[in-house]
Nanobody, 122 residues
């Protein structure tokens, strides 16, 4: 049974950067890990995903400011967000899929979710 815990969110000024962390515990066998964002009044949207081999799937609208990476030794996946904008405000979630290739950015393909970490940009 895998559990995911996000951290690293907070309140920042526009133009700043944040690094979010998603740490897995339990049965951490391979599988895609993705970062999702839910902005106020919007549906949850996939941002980037990474397989255990490091292959990345990303959304074109964020690929210039958002970077996903992982440290397998720490069972942690990171989301670096640069040049933050007020429209980046929202709850950020990480999630894990039983698949480990062709990592999707669709909510329905992920079955383990963290509790989320809030990012507020002003």
């Amino acid at each position: 049974h895998v559990q995911l815990v996000e951290s690293g969110g907070g309140s920042v000024q526009a133009g700043g950067s944040l690094r979010l962390s998603c740490t897995a515990s339990g049965n951490t066998r391979s599988g895609c890990v993705a970062w999702f964002r839910q902005r106020p009044g919007k549906e949850r949207e996939g941002l980037l995903a990474i397989g255990s081999d490091g292959t990345v799937s990303d959304r074109n609208s964020v690929k210039d400011r958002f970077i996903i990476s992982q440290d397998n030794a720490k069972n942690t996946v990171y989301l670096q967000i640069n040049s933050l904008k007020p429209e980046d405000t929202g709850m950020y979630y990480c999630a894990k899929s039983p698949r480990d290739s062709y990592c999707s950015l669709s909510v329905e393909n992920y079955n383990v979710w963290g509790q989320g970490t809030q990012v507020t940009v002003s």
